[in-house]
């Protein structure tokens, strides 16, 4: 059996700003969500914004529309990360979206939907456990209330972007920039 490690953010003044919203319930969702995502391409490594508009993460998205059935579809999603040697934080979070977005009308704007939720959820979890019974969360209920509200704002965001006509990786790219700077403008 195994243990989990929460590896926190880094201790930057950006991060420090979105541990206030953590902490003070006056500060909207939108304004934390917002803040997340500034500290998020602020950091000194790791960027995720950079990891989600990679090719390959466009990728995932689009093997939906192939796929008969969730389970060919994760069969499909291991197969071209391991042929693309590209596995990486945001593969994995472009996997969980895809799942959730298999059956959907539109499965590839439900997918880029959630693959913004997904990856605010990432971004939250480092580090609001450590605030709970200390910040605004009272609970771990409430802790989970909260992130789901933050997540939910970022897949709305997204939904309000358009999507490229055609998906190629500059336009990809360019779409992820899109609602990247969107979630930054939406707290204010």
Same mark, same amino acid.
């Given at each position: ?10 201790? +930057?003044l950006s ?20 803040? @997340? ?12 914004a950079e ?5 390959? %993460? ?5 093997? @939906? ?14 197969? %071209? ?7 990486s934080l945001? +593969? ?27 990856? +605010?959820?990432?971004? %939250? ?30 897949? +709305? ?21 899109? %609602? ?9």
């Open positions: 059996m195994g243990t989990s490690v929460n590896q926190s953010s880094p201790r +930057t991060w420090n700003a979105v541990q206030s919203g953590y902490r003070d319930p006056r500060v909207p969702v939108e304004r934390v969500a917002a803040e @997340i995502w500034r500290a998020a391409g602020n950091q000194p490594k790791g960027n995720i990891l989600l508009a990679r090719p390959i %993460v466009a990728t995932v998205g689009e093997l @939906i529309s192939s796929a008969r059935s969730a389970a060919e579809l994760v069969q499909k999603y291991a197969f %071209v990360v391991a042929d693309s040697k590209q596995a945001a +593969t994995d979070i472009a996997r969980r979206a895809a799942i959730q977005s298999f059956g959907a009308s539109q499965p590839f704007k439900a997918y880029a939907e959630r693959l913004f939720s997904e990856a +605010t959820s990432y971004l %939250v979890a480092r580090d609001l456990p450590g605030f709970v019974g200390i910040g605004r969360a009272k609970d771990v209920s409430q802790s989970l209330d909260f992130a789901t509200q933050i997540a939910n704002h970022a897949s +709305t965001v997204a939904a309000a972007v358009n999507l490229p006509r055609q998906v190629t990786p500059e336009s990809w790219a360019a779409h992820v920039r899109n %609602v990247v700077d969107a979630l930054r403008r939406s707290g204010r």
